[in-house]
């Protein structure tokens, strides 16, 4: 039995990308007996978590409707949209979509809309076709659209309306198939399924993410994977109560790199130092890392060199290591805004709230005594507005989740 588990944890790694450090070997064991065979389609059905209900992250939602989808409308003279929910477990979400764009109207207007949502899971495929949910999906949604979009079957079930279910094509998907991505998307959401998967596979993933896009496509991701070193190609844009990322335009500047630059108390002529940030920005980590611990042993009371490594151990998943590097950081600089908003997204995955919190805290605080168009320091062309928006928005969604969007893990 050890070796099929071993196998089986090596196939679900190899084969699909999962991050085999959340799989215990007891519950695959189980599993494994229960199915009595080595079924990879079943044991899929088994270890995924199938969690999703209608317009989840509710400000999401909102800036597709009041922010994305203006600006669309505005700028796709040919009337035709295509969006991609990779991810999209038993449909709620290209769902959601598909609501969402029917209220704003581009259905009335003539648009010619593509939504098309994916999956790794046969059932979870099976259940969006059929399009009949229980009450527990609609803990986010409004009366009104449940009455308008769906037919109530019984005390506990509903279906979708076949107008909106015709809307949206399903089908199976295994996102380490990255030449089977569809291209000429304008919006791409994958939300919660990338914090499920190997960090060997995520940049791949997100590179196909980017091929994907046409110039100027939105990505929506989860909450809980808002990361500067993973997006490093896109662009970073805030809303009042979102954080979406842009692909940009070739002839707006071409590439756009959000990592540091250089902090505040950083001597400008190391060598090592602007030598380490290159090798962030170009994902070698190795060398990144061992460049800042040079640095570091002349440098000692260098804020930023320290919150450079955190970024690292942060990419690397080592969390722990991440916290006590910002936690180095912050000891030398208490106003670094940044090191504030990285540790206390760690500490939210970590479910420790309060100290999210404090953290948020501090680092609004520190950011309302600066410019809206100040630069941040630490951030390579990002504002100290658009990172007030960001923690602002974190605040928010640390009352609506709790940190659970970070802690839950395939079973």
């Given at each position: 039995?050890?070796?099929?588990?071993?196998?089986?944890?090596?196939?679900?790694?190899?084969?699909?990308?999962?991050?085999?450090?959340?799989?215990?070997?007891?519950?695959?064991?189980?599993?494994?007996?229960?199915?009595?065979?080595?079924?990879?389609?079943?044991?899929?059905?088994?270890?995924?978590?199938?969690?999703?209900?209608?317009?989840?992250?509710?400000?999401?939602?909102?800036?597709?409707?009041?922010?994305?989808?203006?600006?669309?409308?505005?700028?796709?003279?040919?009337?035709?949209?295509?969006?991609?929910?990779?991810?999209?477990?038993?449909?709620?979400?290209?769902?959601?979509?598909?609501?969402?764009?029917?209220?704003?109207?581009?259905?009335?207007?003539?648009?010619?809309?593509?939504?098309?949502?994916?999956?790794?899971?046969?059932?979870?495929?099976?259940?969006?076709?059929?399009?009949?949910?229980?009450?527990?999906?609609?803990?986010?949604?409004?009366?009104?659209?449940?009455?308008?979009?769906?037919?109530?079957?019984?005390?506990?079930?509903?279906?979708?309306?076949?107008?909106?279910?015709?809307?949206?094509?399903?089908?199976?998907?295994?996102?380490?198939?990255?030449?089977?991505?569809?291209?000429?998307?304008?919006?791409?959401?994958?939300?919660?399924?990338?914090?499920?998967?190997?960090?060997?596979?995520?940049?791949?993933?997100?590179?196909?993410?980017?091929?994907?896009?046409?110039?100027?496509?939105?990505?929506?991701?989860?909450?809980?994977?808002?990361?500067?070193?993973?997006?490093?190609?896109?662009?970073?844009?805030?809303f009042e109560n979102a954080l979406v990322y842009r692909k940009p335009f070739?002839?707006?500047?071409?590439?756009?790199?959000?990592?540091?630059?250089?902090?505040?108390?950083?001597?400008?002529?190391?060598?090592?130092?602007?030598?380490?940030?290159?090798?962030?920005?170009?994902?070698?980590?190795?060398?990144?890392?061992?460049?800042?611990?040079?640095?570091?042993?002349?440098?000692?009371?260098?804020?930023?060199?320290?919150?450079?490594?955190?970024?690292?151990?942060?990419?690397?998943?080592?969390?722990?290591?991440?916290?006590?590097?910002?936690?180095?950081?912050?000891?030398?600089?208490?106003?670094?805004?940044?090191?504030?908003?990285?540790?206390?997204?760690?500490?939210?995955?970590?479910?420790?709230?309060?100290?999210?919190?404090?953290?948020?805290?501090?680092?609004?605080?520190?950011?309302?005594?600066?410019?809206?168009?100040?630069?941040?320091?630490?951030?390579d062309g990002l504002r100290c507005g658009e990172l007030l928006a960001a923690?602002?928005?974190?605040?928010?969604?640390?009352?609506?989740?709790?940190?659970?969007?970070?802690?839950?893990?395939?079973?």
């Amino acid at each position: 039995m050890k070796g099929n588990v071993d196998r089986t944890i090596r196939m679900l790694r190899d084969r699909y990308g999962l991050d085999v450090r959340r799989l215990r070997r007891d519950v695959i064991r189980s599993k494994i007996e229960r199915l009595g065979e080595l079924d990879s389609s079943k044991l899929l059905d088994e270890v995924l978590v199938g969690e999703s209900y209608f317009f989840r992250d509710q400000g999401q939602f909102d800036a597709l409707f009041k922010e994305v989808l203006p600006i669309l409308e505005r700028s796709r003279k040919d009337k035709e949209i295509s969006i991609w929910s990779a991810g999209c477990s038993s449909g709620e979400e290209p769902y959601s979509i598909a609501m969402t764009l029917d209220r704003y109207g581009l259905y009335k207007k003539g648009w010619d809309v593509n939504i098309l949502g994916t999956d790794l899971s046969h059932n979870a495929i099976k259940k969006a076709r059929e399009g009949i949910y229980t009450e527990w999906s609609f803990r986010n949604t409004p009366r009104e659209i449940i009455d308008q979009y769906f037919v109530r079957l019984d005390a506990d079930r509903y279906k979708i309306r076949d107008e909106i279910r015709e809307k949206v094509t399903f089908g199976l998907m295994n996102l380490m198939d990255v030449f089977a991505y569809p291209a000429g998307m304008d919006i791409i959401f994958c939300r919660n399924v990338l914090i499920y998967l190997d960090r060997d596979v995520i940049g791949r993933i997100i590179e196909g993410f980017y091929r994907s896009l046409r110039e100027g496509g939105w990505l929506f991701v989860g909450p809980g994977e808002l990361n500067g070193i993973w997006f490093r190609r896109f662009k970073p844009v805030f809303f009042e109560n979102a954080l979406v990322y842009r692909k940009p335009f070739a002839s707006r500047g071409g590439k756009v790199v959000r990592l540091p630059k250089r902090g505040g108390r950083s001597d400008p002529r190391s060598v090592d130092l602007r030598e380490a940030v290159i090798a962030l920005r170009g994902n070698d980590l190795a060398r990144a890392e061992a460049l800042l611990r040079g640095y570091i042993r002349q440098n000692r009371m260098d804020p930023y060199a320290y919150y450079l490594l955190g970024l690292i151990f942060q990419e690397r998943g080592l969390n722990c290591d991440a916290v006590e590097m910002f936690r180095r950081a912050l000891y030398l600089d208490m106003d670094f805004a940044a090191a504030h908003f990285h540790i206390a997204n760690l500490y939210r995955c970590r479910g420790e709230i309060g100290r999210a919190m404090k953290h948020l805290s501090s680092a609004e605080r520190s950011l309302r005594m600066r410019d809206e168009n100040e630069p941040v320091p630490g951030e390579d062309g990002l504002r100290c507005g658009e990172l007030l928006a960001a923690v602002r928005m974190q605040r928010k969604l640390l009352s609506s989740y709790g940190g659970a969007e970070c802690e839950r893990a395939p079973s």
